[in-house]
């Protein structure tokens, strides 16, 4: 477990390292097949990875924010599969978190150790067809009858729905009241009125399943909302903030391992009888690729701090921006130095470049990313009508 590495990271990142190297031999064809490794899953959760975030007394590691980033930078350098890195973060940062930060003590030894262990998936069920980047603006209700709430409404793109045991869902218990009225729910795949189905084929991030789930007169007890209610605008907030300032830590590490994966071969491959890193369009490239990596991995620990307290600053939207885009950057980069080979089918570029697409939607798109920052400095959000 986590605990018994912190002294010892090196044995952490070793063995971070032996289960990357068992997932490369089969990227390929489980990108092609949109194949979930739950045996990586397992794995991972074995290292205390599910549990970094999670204090002791639920089985987990109790790392601080930095520890967190600092460990998933290594786990991204390590791991080829993109779709487990991206399905590890949303339950991590938010359903753990949330549940962590938000759940009473029941919620919380209800859920957290079984999560940590990797006996069981969280996923987190916003999205609905008709609200994405508005997402406060959702239609899914929660009606409390005595004891119970029962909820009605469908969710989308719900990452890990496929395979997960608990969603935390989104609904609101009075339209009229607009983005005031929502609240979270913790909801079991196996309660009544569930149903979840595979979404639609996606362009990257193919190892991470996602779904629809339709919620139809499901009845959950009333113990199982998370937060109070009408508490819901928070808790999806700060969910946020936890998601934006570190899904993509580990990409810090996949973007590393590209800039010295192109470093060699920009020594190896020759033109015009000179190995190509000699010539400046390549080499400056590389500079600039290196340049970005650092003020990713800056600002993501900047954000990461943060976090650590309850700051209600920039960061998270800033270090989500970047480091998305960054990621993107990498892979157009890398396949202009690869040049054909980077174009091949089912290679690792073309499959990166796919992935860190996915990237800069999820969690809240670039423009949105923007928004939130333009308000902050003062300017002109949110701007939803009426
Ligand atoms: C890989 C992946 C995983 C995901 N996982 C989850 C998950 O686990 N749970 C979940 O709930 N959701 C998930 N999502 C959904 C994700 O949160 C939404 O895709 C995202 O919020 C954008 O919503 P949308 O796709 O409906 O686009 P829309 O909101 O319809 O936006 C369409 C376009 O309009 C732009 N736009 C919209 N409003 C504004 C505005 N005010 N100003 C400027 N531009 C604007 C957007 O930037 C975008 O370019 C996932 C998405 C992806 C791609």
């Keep these: 477990m986590m605990s018994k590495h912190r002294e010892d990271r090196s044995a952490l990142f070793r063995e971070l390292r032996g289960v990357g190297a068992d997932l490369e031999e089969q990227i390929s064809a489980r990108d092609r097949a949109g194949e979930f490794s739950h045996d990586a899953w397992k794995r991972y959760a074995e290292l205390g990875v599910q549990g970094l975030l999670v204090p002791r007394g639920y089985g987990g590691g109790g790392c601080t924010p930095l520890e967190y980033a600092e460990v998933m930078e290594e786990l991204g350098a390590a791991c080829p599969d993109n779709g487990l890195l991206l399905a590890l973060g949303a339950q991590i940062l938010a359903v753990q978190q949330p549940v962590q930060e938000f759940g009473d003590d029941r919620q919380r030894a209800a859920y957290l150790p079984g999560l940590v262990s990797g006996r069981s998936i969280g996923a987190h069920a916003m999205s609905e067809p008709a609200t994405g980047s508005d997402a406060l603006a959702l239609t899914t209700t929660a009606r409390r009858e005595g004891d119970a709430y029962v909820l009605d409404g469908h969710k989308r793109y719900v990452t890990n729905g496929p395979v997960a045991d608990v969603f935390v869902v989104y609904a609101t218990i009075d339209s009229a009241l607009g983005f005031t009225g929502v609240t979270a729910f913790l909801v079991e795949r196996h309660d009544a009125g569930v149903r979840v189905t595979p979404g639609e084929e996606k362009m990257g991030l193919r190892t991470a399943s996602w779904g629809d789930v339709a919620l139809e007169d499901c009845r959950i007890p009333a113990s199982r909302r998370l937060g109070a209610e009408k508490q819901g605008a928070k808790v999806f907030a700060r969910t946020m903030a936890w998601e934006r300032a570190l899904i993509l830590a580990p990409w810090l590490g996949v973007i590393r391992r590209e800039i010295d994966a192109c470093v060699g071969f920009s020594r190896r491959r020759r033109q015009f009888g000179k190995h190509i890193g000699h010539f400046q369009s390549v080499s400056h490239r590389l500079v600039d690729m290196r340049m970005r990596w650092e003020m990713a991995r800056l600002v993501t620990r900047r954000a990461a701090e943060e976090l650590a307290g309850q700051g209600e600053g920039i960061l998270p939207e800033l270090c989500?921006?970047?480091?998305?885009?960054?990621?993107?950057?990498?892979?157009?980069?890398?396949?202009?130095?690869?040049?054909?080979?980077?174009?091949?089918?089912?290679?690792?570029?073309?499959?990166?470049?796919?992935?860190?697409?996915?990237?800069?939607?999820?969690?809240?798109?670039?423009?949105?990313?923007?928004?939130?920052?333009?308000?902050?400095?003062?300017?002109?959000?949110?701007?939803?009508?009426?």
């Design 320 to 386: 989500k921006l970047y480091t998305s885009e960054a990621a993107v950057e990498t892979f157009r980069e890398s396949q202009q130095i690869h040049g054909a080979l980077g174009y091949t089918g089912g290679g690792r570029i073309e499959r990166n470049l796919r992935d860190a697409l996915g990237m800069t939607l999820s969690s809240g798109t670039s423009d949105m990313q923007r928004n939130i920052i333009a308000g902050q400095m003062g300017l002109t959000w949110p701007d939803r009508e009426g």
